[in-house]
């Protein structure tokens, strides 16, 4: 005797998603669309309808999201800078001092700068476009990169009160030196990836953050 076809009740049903959750999918592929074409072709050469399409969405909903293209532009640094943060600053295991924690900053970005390159290409392609090209989205690149020396300044301080970093180092120009290193190699490596390998560069930059902080 045959066995019956399965009926569709049989089917288990798929958990019907929440507005809110399809939103913030919308908006996630959004921006991973937006970082891809603008690592590719930079800000001037990407439009809506680009972003819209190769998200799968319409440009209406890239306008009804983000407003406009800064707009999508300064939400997309907001949450490149805030995923980094997350994923350095909010570490749950506890470092044992100040000192330990600025070498884990500066050692997490270093490894990380090449897992996944459209983001990172997108962010200094646009933080480059932002001085001059489009000055409009440069307020976005402020606001990330004072956070990002407020919370390597609180480390530098924290390490002054644990013993770990010598009291006599200014925790102010030690944060913007250690932003100059970083994110100065970024750049230089993706204009020249032959110049240093990823990995060489964080053993190099790790060990010029040891000697910037003195002797523990």
Do not use: C
């Amino acid at each position: 005797m045959d066995k019956p076809l399965p009926t569709l009740a049989a089917a288990p049903r798929r958990p019907r998603r929440s507005q809110a959750e399809r939103r913030a999918e919308s908006e996630r592929s959004l921006l991973e669309s937006a970082a891809a074409l603008m690592s590719e072709q930079g800000y001037g050469a990407t439009t809506l309808e680009q972003i819209g399409q190769r998200a799968g969405y319409s440009r209406g909903l890239v306008t009804q999201r983000f407003g406009s293209k800064e707009g999508l532009v300064a939400r997309l640094v907001e949450v490149l800078h805030r995923g980094f943060a997350m994923a350095t600053f909010e570490n749950p295991e506890p470092h044992r001092d100040g000192r330990s924690a600025i070498l884990s900053v500066v050692d997490y970005y270093m490894a990380h700068i090449a897992e996944d390159l459209a983001p990172v290409r997108a962010y200094f392609v646009l933080m480059s476009e932002s001085i001059g090209v489009i000055p409009e989205i440069r307020s976005a690149f402020v606001a990330a990169n004072r956070q990002f020396h407020a919370h390597l300044r609180q480390k530098a301080l924290d390490g002054q009160l644990d013993g770990s970093i010598p009291a006599d180092i200014d925790a102010g120009k030690l944060a913007t030196t250690l932003m100059s290193l970083a994110t100065g190699h970024t750049l230089i490596w993706l204009v020249d990836p032959e110049i240093a390998s990823p990995e060489q560069a964080r053993q190099n930059i790790v060990a010029a953050t040891e000697r910037l902080l003195g002797g523990a």
